[in-house]
């Protein structure tokens, strides 16, 4: 039996961990919280959302970008302080722009194979995960937001997805609870929403039943590649732990990026921190209010996800400063005056802020593929579709893994690691 280490326990590395080990391989998960799924993993928008596969590479997106820099409260916000990472990253982005149409109809193509795996194995694994099937919205607030939203849902339908156009009639009837006025939405019937925290951690103890082997609280300091083994070095309780494998796959997110340095490769991920906040819905007035179709306004950047009868989770905007994960009031602010803007009967009482960094290539295609070490691999950088799109480049790693390692033969020692 080959063995696998896989680093990184959340979305990602669950997912690449389940689908190795429904392959028969032997694999180790090293996560560094004691759980996994604490931090990219832990409070997202919740949603499942192929409609949301539009590649952010738009020269459109700069424009507001540059407009909005002053605003601390903006749905994009860019740190003006310098550093080499964000500025080549930013040169990435423009060099992709290019690629926006090609990129935007092979995401929407993978986020459709995606659910169907994930709706399998939750089915095949018992996970509840307060799954709602009934699609998601698309609310516009002028024009020029739905004519530009209308020319994506042609280059979705490319990539195999549904999304039609409706008006401010039929938006009601789709979420009576919806306040406000617009000028019209698109509602893609096929998305679904749910809790990503309770899918991740049910995932992972179904793997655990399939012989994954989790070391939690382990944070990896170097990884080695040479004689056709893959050493792993962790830190846990003071001390540092080596293991052998046949093969890694680097799902670090945002770490990914000094990992894959360190082995020889470019896999530039930024942390791109994303604010959430799970509103607790503790009367029957607010549990009738909130909405139970999932939601994004295009305008304001924010997605709402109602999580069972008694959570109603929005998340959103987009900030580059680094590996910063501090939670700031005045991020966290917008959230809350949305929920009483659209949905006034909703009670704000009860509302528990959150912070995630999302690991997001320039391209905003995820790295899924083989290093130039041997027995190394990567599957990373998925941005704001990490649950989305988690299910298929999994099944993609584990072929590319049992693929290589079946055909691989005795290699040249090459050996490159973090610092312990």
């Not at 530039?268 to 007035?285: C, F, H, M, R």
Request: glycine letters at 10%.
């Amino acid at each position: 039996m080959k063995t696998i280490a896989v680093i990184g326990g959340g979305i990602t590395g669950v997912t690449t961990a389940y689908a190795l080990a429904k392959r028969g391989f032997a694999v180790t998960v090293y996560e560094q919280h004691r759980y996994p799924a604490m931090e990219t993993s832990f409070a997202n928008g919740g949603q499942l959302s192929a409609s949301n596969a539009e590649a952010w590479n738009h020269w459109s997106t700069i424009l507001k970008g540059i407009k909005w820099m002053l605003r601390s409260d903006a749905p994009l916000l860019v740190s003006p302080k310098p550093s080499w990472h964000k500025l080549s990253w930013f040169a990435g982005f423009v060099a992709a722009i290019p690629q926006y149409r090609a990129n935007t109809i092979a995401t929407a193509r993978l986020a459709v194979a995606a659910r169907e795996h994930l709706f399998a194995w939750a089915a095949e694994e018992g996970i509840d995960f307060d799954l709602r099937r009934e699609g998601i919205l698309h609310i516009h607030r002028d024009r020029a937001d739905f004519e530009h939203a209308a020319e994506v849902s042609k280059l979705l339908a490319l990539g195999g997805l549904a999304r039609r156009a409706v008006t401010p009639a039929e938006m009601r009837a789709i979420e009576p609870t919806l306040a406000g006025s617009y000028y019209g939405g698109h509602y893609t019937e096929s998305d679904s929403s749910g809790d990503i925290h309770k899918f991740c951690s049910g995932l992972a103890r179904a793997a655990e039943r399939r012989g994954v082997q989790f070391r939690c609280g382990q944070t990896v300091g170097g990884v080695a590649s040479g004689g056709g083994r893959v050493r792993v070095d962790a830190r846990h309780e003071g001390r540092i732990d080596s293991a052998s494998y046949d093969g890694v796959v680097v799902c670090a997110g945002t770490a990914s990026r000094a990992l894959a340095a360190a082995l020889g490769d470019s896999v530039n991920v930024y942390p791109v921190k994303g604010y959430s906040i799970t509103v607790d819905l503790a009367d029957a007035a607010s549990r009738a209010a909130a909405p139970k179709v999932s939601l994004v306004d295009d305008a304001t950047k924010l997605v709402a996800s109602r999580l069972g009868e008694g959570r109603l989770r929005v998340a959103g905007t987009a900030e580059f400063n680094g590996y910063n994960r501090d939670i700031r009031a005045d991020r966290i602010r917008p959230l809350v005056a949305w929920v009483e803007q659209c949905f006034p009967g909703v009670g704000t009482r009860s509302v528990v802020p959150w912070a995630g960094l999302r690991p997001m290539m320039p391209d905003l295609v995820p790295r899924v593929g083989r290093g130039k070490a041997p027995g190394v691999f990567y599957n990373t950088g998925h941005g704001h579709l990490g649950w989305t799109l988690s299910a298929a480049t999994a099944e993609l790693i584990a072929d590319v893994v049992r693929q290589t390692l079946d055909a691989a033969a005795p290699s040249v020692a090459v050996t490159r690691a973090l610092p312990a």
